[in-house]
Structure formats: C-alpha cells, structure tokens
C-alpha cells in the first residue's frame, strides 16, 4: 500500500464498496460497485484521500487535470494543498462558447498529471490522455484513489501512461477481510 494511513483503505471500503449488480463505464458487469462519490462528497475522507495522493503526484508536474466527473473534487482538494494549477477535463469538448476540453489555464507545452477517482479499464483516462496530448500537453502520470485494474497490468501502457494509485483493489480487499474478521 502506497498510503501512510492504514486506516484509509478500511474507511473507503466501508463507505464505497456497495453490493448488487452493476454495469460499469467499460460495459463489464460486476456485482460490487465502488461509489467514489460517497468519499468525495465527505470532506473529511476526502481530504485523506487528498493528503496521500499529493505523495504520489511526480514532481515535475506543472499542472493537475482532473477528469469529468469524479476527479474534480479530488483535483481541486489537491490543488489547493501543493498550490499546483488545477485543469478540469471534459470527457469531450464543448461544443458551444469557448469549445474547451480543459477549463482553466493554457495547458500547451505544460507536464500536466492527470487525476481520476478510480481506474478499471482506463477509457476515459486513455481518451484524455490523447486528447490533451494532441492540444500540446506532456501527459506521462495518472493519479488515482482506486486501482481497480488487474494486479499487475496497466491497461494504459498502450499510450505510455503511468499510473500511480493510493489504493488498489487487492488493498481494498483486505482491509475488508480485516473488517469481517
């Protein structure tokens, strides 16, 4: 675990991890479902969760995206700890006023790192990954509260992507067999 709170991953567990069957962005069926929401919208964990993620945020970084929806509230929490430029990333650009993809400061030719809630298949990173490549931003690093991808792969190695998680699955699993223990 990349967190120096031991008790996060149990906090985010028993707050998110809900039961049932759900179908994911990714069009997989699960029947668990990690409501990120319900962290993000605690300002107390969710600035935990924040205060970890600013460990893993490379240094170089010169701007943090946050992606639609999810990332924003967790890109602004840490923007506001590192003083870090903050950009929230549109799942497309609009398509009416200034037509952005990223609302706030020119991105062009900035190391931007990008933030999301959690990673499964890594589509929308993927896809803002590209899209603020092709506008002239240096994407190398995603940041995430939760990992949930396959232990040991990275779904975003086709487009050169690290990522960098505070929590993964196999931690969130734990903590919960801890809890029922």
Same mark, same amino acid.
């Given at each position: 675990?990349?967190?120096?709170?031991? #008790?996060?991953?149990?906090?985010?567990?028993?707050?998110?991890?809900? =039961?049932?069957?759900?179908? *994911?962005?990714?069009?997989?069926? #699960?029947?668990?479902?990690?409501?990120?929401?319900?962290?993000?919208?605690?300002?107390?964990? *969710?600035?935990?969760?924040?205060?970890?993620?600013? =460990?893993?945020?490379?240094?170089?970084?010169?701007?943090?995206?946050? *992606?639609?929806?999810?990332? $924003?509230?967790?890109?602004?929490?840490?923007?506001? $700890?590192?003083?870090?430029?903050?950009?929230?990333?549109?799942?497309?650009?609009?398509?009416?006023?200034?037509?952005? *993809?990223?609302?706030?400061?020119?991105?062009?030719?900035?190391?931007?790192?990008? $933030? +999301?809630?959690?990673?499964?298949?890594?589509?929308?990173?993927?896809?803002?990954?590209?899209? /603020?490549? +092709?506008?002239?931003?240096?994407? +190398?690093?995603?940041?995430?509260?939760?990992?949930?991808?396959?232990?040991?792969?990275?779904?975003?190695?086709?487009?050169? /992507?690290?990522?960098? #998680?505070?929590?993964?699955?196999?931690?969130?699993?734990?903590?919960? #067999?801890?809890?029922?223990?």
């Amino acid at each position: 675990m990349t967190t120096t709170d031991d #008790s996060l991953a149990a906090d985010i567990d028993a707050c998110c991890r809900l =039961q049932g069957e759900f179908t *994911l962005r990714s069009g997989q069926v #699960s029947t668990e479902y990690f409501d990120k929401y319900l962290f993000e919208a605690d300002p107390l964990l *969710l600035a935990r969760v924040a205060r970890e993620m600013v =460990q893993i945020v490379p240094q170089d970084t010169e701007m943090l995206g946050g *992606l639609e929806m999810g990332g $924003i509230p967790i890109v602004t929490a840490i923007s506001q $700890i590192t003083g870090t430029p903050a950009l929230f990333v549109r799942k497309k650009a609009k398509e009416y006023g200034t037509a952005k *993809l990223a609302e706030g400061p020119d991105f062009t030719g900035k190391r931007v790192t990008l $933030i +999301e809630d959690v990673i499964t298949t890594g589509g929308a990173v993927r896809d803002a990954t590209v899209a /603020l490549r +092709e506008r002239g931003a240096t994407v +190398e690093v995603v940041c995430c509260a939760i990992d949930r991808s396959p232990a040991g792969e990275n779904p975003l190695a086709d487009v050169g /992507l690290e990522i960098r #998680s505070v929590l993964t699955k196999a931690e969130l699993d734990a903590a919960r #067999s801890v809890r029922r223990g």
